[in-house]
């Protein structure tokens, strides 16, 4: 694992930045995993510079999210399709059919998760993918539980991130209670993996990345991956 300290969000996102463009430059078909949350967006700012800078191109370029909320009744600018729409997909040069999130509207979520993973096998599985980390250590939408689960699966959120999620919300009572998230297995299997933190989330990412490997903290068991880069800003 390589454990990068810098100062700033902007170097943190640069350098993400980095990684995701050397990647789609050495493989134009490149599958991506993304993230929400407001850690990686300064990352997916960059991205669409260097779009408009010609220095990218994501013609090719299939992506698959993490998670999404589930709800029936969720504003469209709450879901996760809508922030990756907005910060990043509109504004590139993607084909939106090559971008891919869970259906988090479905009325048969046992079926969509399993859609989801084997979309993911049949797009030939995930080069790189792009992780933020939540308070408790969740990675995806993979809460501290007593065991992991290897596949897409629906989970039920913690009292705690509902917490911490509806700050961006009007009103909390709208934030969703439930989830489709990727497993700790579909994440594992990722080629490479980057996980984005700043400041905030100094103490969660020591003890994932030096403490016990166990599923009451997820992001543990990212030291048993090969191919792991941990970048940490140590400013907000
Ligand atoms: C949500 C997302 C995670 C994200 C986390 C942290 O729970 N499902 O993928 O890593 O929030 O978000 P933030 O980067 O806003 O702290």
Redesign the pocket.
């Known amino acids: 694992m390589k454990f990068i300290k810098v100062e700033t969000v902007l170097q943190m996102s640069s350098l993400a930045s980095e990684i995701i463009s050397a990647k789609i430059n050495s493989k134009n078909t490149a599958v991506l995993g993304f ?6 967006i300064k990352t997916y700012e960059i991205l669409v510079d260097l779009y408009e800078q010609n220095l990218l191109d994501f013609s090719q370029v299939k992506t698959v999210n ?2 999404e909320y589930c709800s029936h009744t969720l504003p469209t600018k709450h879901s996760y399709r809508y922030f990756m729409d907005s910060n990043l997909f509109d504004k590139i040069n993607i084909n939106k059919e090559n971008t891919y999130l869970p259906n988090g509207k479905t009325s048969d979520i046992e079926s969509e998760c399993a859609r989801y993973e084997n979309l993911i096998n049949s797009l030939g599985g995930i080069d790189l993918q792009i ?4 308070n408790n250590g ?4 993979n809460e501290p539980s007593d065991r992991i689960s290897s596949f897409v699966h629906h989970v039920n959120l913690c009292a705690t ?1 509902i917490e ?2 509806a700050r961006l919300f009007e009103n909390p009572d709208q934030v969703p209670t439930t989830a489709i998230t990727m497993g700790i297995g579909t994440i594992m299997r990722a080629r490479e993996i980057v996980l984005l933190a700043n400041k905030s ?1 100094t103490d969660i990412i020591n003890q994932a990345l030096f403490g016990e490997v166990t599923p009451q903290l997820p992001a543990s068991f990212l030291q048993l991956h090969p191919n792991v880069t941990v970048i940490l800003s140590t400013q907000e």
Not at 138 to 141: E, R
Request: no cysteine.
């Open positions: 993230a929400t949350g407001s850690t990686p993490l998670d992780l933020g980390i939540g969740h990675i995806g939408f991130t911490a999620n989330k």
